[in-house]
Structures are given as structure tokens and as C-alpha cells.
């Protein structure tokens, strides 16, 4: 069965994980999610693409996120 193709509905998963998982839910394969899925803001997506930020521009970018953001807590570590 599969799911909309959306933010809150879509992680990634290595080869062998996907293909145990199937058609099936997380919760029917019997897997937990290591994050749980959000759809990110203009500033979080930017910070998700991976790209080469400056200090200046991360600021700028971690100023934009949202207070709950799960972000927050990776760029502490």
C-alpha cells in the first residue's frame, strides 16, 4: 500500500531496510523511524539540502527556524 508523497509521509531508508519494509508500514514491518518526519520550513529545507553555509548564514537560517524545530537539537551536537 502506498502513502501520499509528502513531507510528514516520506523518510529515507538504506536498500535492504526499504525493501524489508515493502508495502508495508513502519509499524506492520515491525521498524521504528530513528526521526520522525516534518514538513520544514524555507529556512530548515535550505539547512537540509546539505549545502556549504557560512557561519553568518547559518545564523541567519537558525533564526528562521521554528522554536520546536527538531533541528535545533542536531545543530547543538
Given amino acids: ?3 501520499t508523497n509528502t513531507w510528514n509521509n516520506t523518510v529515507t531508508a538504506c536498500k535492504r531496510c526499504n525493501n524489508y ?3 508495508r508500514t513502519p509499524d506492520q514491518a515491525g521498524m521504528q523511524l530513528l ?3 516534518f514538513a520544514p520550513t524555507h529556512a530548515e529545507y535550505v539547512y537540509l539540502q546539505g ?4 557561519s553568518d548564514q547559518m545564523e541567519f537560517l537558525r533564526a528562521h527556524f521554528p522554536h520546536k524545530s527538531p533541528l535545533h537539537e542536531r ?3
Fill in 35 to 37: 526521526a520522525i518526519p
Fill in 51 to 54: 549545502k556549504q553555509i557560512l
Fill in 21 to 23: 519494509k515493502a508495502g
Fill in 75 to 77: 545543530l547543538r551536537a
Fill in 1 to 3: 500500500m502506498e502513502g
